[in-house]
């Protein structure tokens, strides 16, 4: 069970991009233990994640001052429920009633949890194997460029058969791609001569 997600890992959680998860963590909309300033990093509880998808989808079509106090509703809510309990949230002390659906947002949040936990659990990161690259556990098969081909279209029976890999594999490498991508500048295509 993840504790603990990078911001990639959140913004995969939540299905927002990267850039949504630092601006609700540097905006503070969510505080201990939903996001903790790590050494050098800032992590976010899978129930941050679901936090700060929530407030995204909200920031449409609900005003600054209800969303600060749904907030602090749904923090109060996340300490005694799972994320896939979350149904309905209303909006306390507002003139009128509101109550907000967020079941949608729970349960996209809590299988792409899931499908992260899972494809945690297929790769290893060994330094005794290929040097610590994420590999498909138990065996020497890099996980990065299996996805790399997954993405160019390669077909899924040809890297079975190649690499001796199972779907759940195959759709592993995927998420673990977009949850933690590689380190550095991305790659270019060549230009063509």
């Not at 600054?64 to 809510?77: D, F, G, M, S, T």
Request: hydrophobic letters at 45%; a positive charge.
């Amino acid at each position: 069970m993840l504790t603990a997600l990078s911001k990639a890992e959140a913004a995969y959680v939540s299905g927002l991009g990267a850039a949504a998860v630092d601006r609700a963590i540097d905006r503070g909309r969510f505080g201990r233990p939903f996001i903790v300033q790590r050494s050098r990093s800032r992590q976010v509880s899978p129930a941050g994640a679901f936090l700060i998808a929530a407030d995204h989808l909200m920031a449409r079509d609900v005003g600054a001052a209800a969303r600060v106090k749904l907030r602090r509703r749904l923090a109060e809510e996340l300490k005694g429920k799972p994320i896939s309990a979350l149904r309905e949230v209303e909006i306390p002390d507002a003139a009128l009633p509101v109550r907000i659906d967020l079941s949608s947002v729970a349960a996209a949040v809590s299988v792409r949890l899931e499908r992260l936990e899972a494809a945690l659990f297929e790769v290893a990161e060994d330094p005794e194997v290929q040097a610590g690259a994420p590999t498909f556990r138990g065996t020497r098969v890099l996980v990065r460029p299996v996805a790399a081909a997954l993405a160019r279209g390669v077909d899924r029976a040809e890297l079975r058969s190649d690499y001796g890999l199972s779907d759940r594999q195959l759709d592993a490498a995927l998420v673990f791609a977009e949850a933690r991508p590689a380190r550095g500048r991305p790659s270019y295509p060549e230009p063509n001569a």
